[in-house]
Structures are given as structure tokens and as C-alpha cells.
């Protein structure tokens, strides 16, 4: 299954600078915005979730714009680890494995597989994401 991340998000820029392997001194002195990410550090998985829940208050999302010390940075060839199963509500469960409520309840079923995704699966992944870091 595939879940909906950004492509580009906005780091400070000690956090971009790490995860780009270049230094805060070069990306300060020449003024670059748009790197693409080598490495995963805390501060990118923090920084998807931000943008996935919407809670960065603009500072994690992927939109070019002037902003003062982030660095756009591009993860689109970053392997990023996610969790492999969610605990969710049985309604967002029921949605996303393409079964009923009653099903689920019927026959006691604590495990299903996804075959789609929601705005709610993607949110719990993105909380899962910021409490293993």
C-alpha cells in the first residue's frame, strides 16, 4: 500500500545541512533553499509528520517559498521507516480494509489488512511516527 508523503519539506537549516551532508556555513553563505536529503536523521521523520498532520504551522510542508533559516529539502529517495502496523479506531480500520464495522465486530477481528488509505490512516501513521522519535 501506498501512503501519501511529501516530497519536499522545509528544515531548519542545522537539520538540512546534516541531512544533506553539506555545512550550515555553505548553505548560509549561498543562500541555497533546494537541497535533496542523503541521510535520515529524527528531524526529517518529525518534520513529514508535521507536514503529513498538518501541525507544522507551515514550517514542514513542501511549498517553495521565502521562508527565514529552512532549506527545502527533497526525501522523495529517502527510505523512511515507518511502522508496519497501526492501532486505529474500527472505523478507520473497516474504511481502509475495504470490510464493515459489523464484520469486524461479528467475528472479533483485531488485525486487518489495508487495502486502501484515508486522511485518518495517514494521520495515525504520522502520530505513530513523531512517538517513536
Request: hydrophobic share 45%.
Amino acid at each position: 500500500m501506498v501512503v501519501q508523503i511529501p516530497v519536499s519539506i522545509a528544515l531548519p537549516i542545522g537539520v538540512a545541512a546534516n541531512v544533506c551532508n553539506v555545512s550550515v556555513i555553505e548553505l548560509d553563505e549561498t543562500g541555497d533553499t533546494a537541497r535533496t536529503a542523503e541521510n535520515n536523521s529524527i528531524g526529517v521523520s518529525r518534520a513529514v509528520a508535521d507536514a503529513v498532520l498538518g501541525t507544522s504551522g507551515g514550517n514542514g510542508g513542501g511549498a517553495r517559498n521565502n521562508q527565514s533559516g529552512l532549506v527545502n529539502v527533497n526525501i522523495q529517495e529517502l527510505a523512511l521507516q515507518v511502522p508496519a502496523s497501526l492501532a486505529v479506531p474500527v472505523g478507520i480500520a473497516a474504511n481502509v480494509c475495504n470490510v464493515s464495522v459489523i464484520e469486524l465486530r461479528e467475528t472479533g477481528a483485531t488485525e486487518c489488512d489495508a487495502t486502501n488509505t484515508s486522511r485518518a490512516l495517514s494521520n495515525a501513521l504520522a502520530r505513530a511516527i513523531l512517538a517513536a522519535n
